[in-house]
C-alpha cells in the first residue's frame, strides 16, 4: 500500500526557505501571503496488507530517517 | 486562510534524491519499501476570505513560482 511521510519544521524554527519563497512571493507581487513555511513529502509503497503495521512502519522510517525529530515534526498517511 | 501547495515529480521522471532515500531505508533493514519519492510542500496563509479567490491564486502562485511545471506536478489544497 501507498504511504507518505510529510515533514515540516517545527513552529518556532527558523525557516530561510520558507523566508526566501515569501520574499519571492511578493517580489512577484503576491503581496497577500505570509507565514510561508517549507517542508518536504516522502511517498512509497510498502509490501504488506496490514495498514496499522504499515503505518507503524513509516512512523518507525521517519524517527530514524526521513526527520529529525529535533527540530521537525511529521505526519504519516497511509493509502490501502 | 491557510493553504498548501505539494509538488512532486511527475512520473517517469528520475528522482536521485527518492533513490537515495530508498537505498538508505533498505540499508536500514526496511527491504519492503519500494517506488520511494520526494517532493516538497509549501504552506501559506492568504489573507482574504474567498476560497475559490485563494485557491485560484495558489494555482498561479505553483504555475509562476512554486513548481516547474515541465518535470514536476502540484497540488493545492485551502483550508479554510
Same mark, same amino acid.
Given at each position: 500500500?501507498?504511504?507518505?511521510?510529510?515533514?515540516?519544521?517545527?513552529?518556532g524554527?527558523?525557516?530561510?526557505?520558507g523566508k526566501?519563497i515569501e520574499h +519571492?512571493?511578493h517580489?512577484?507581487g503576491f503581496?497577500?501571503?505570509a507565514?510561508v513555511? #517549507?517542508?518536504k &513529502? =516522502?511517498?512509497?509503497?510498502?509490501?504488506?496488507?496490514d495498514?496499522? +503495521?504499515a503505518?507503524a512502519?513509516?512512523?518507525?522510517?521517519?524517527?530514524?530517517l526521513? #526527520?529529525?525529530t &529535533? =527540530?521537525?515534526r511529521?505526519?504519516?498517511?497511509?493509502h490501502p
Amino acid at each position: 500500500m501507498r504511504a507518505t511521510v510529510t515533514v515540516n519544521l517545527k513552529e518556532g524554527v527558523l525557516d530561510p526557505q520558507g523566508k526566501a519563497i515569501e520574499h +519571492a512571493l511578493h517580489n512577484l507581487g503576491f503581496s497577500n501571503v505570509a507565514e510561508v513555511r #517549507a517542508g518536504k &513529502v =516522502i511517498s512509497f509503497l510498502i509490501d504488506g496488507t496490514d495498514e496499522a +503495521a504499515a503505518r507503524a512502519q513509516a512512523v518507525e522510517m521517519a524517527r530514524k530517517l526521513l #526527520a529529525n525529530t &529535533v =527540530i521537525e515534526r511529521f505526519d504519516v498517511e497511509v493509502h490501502p
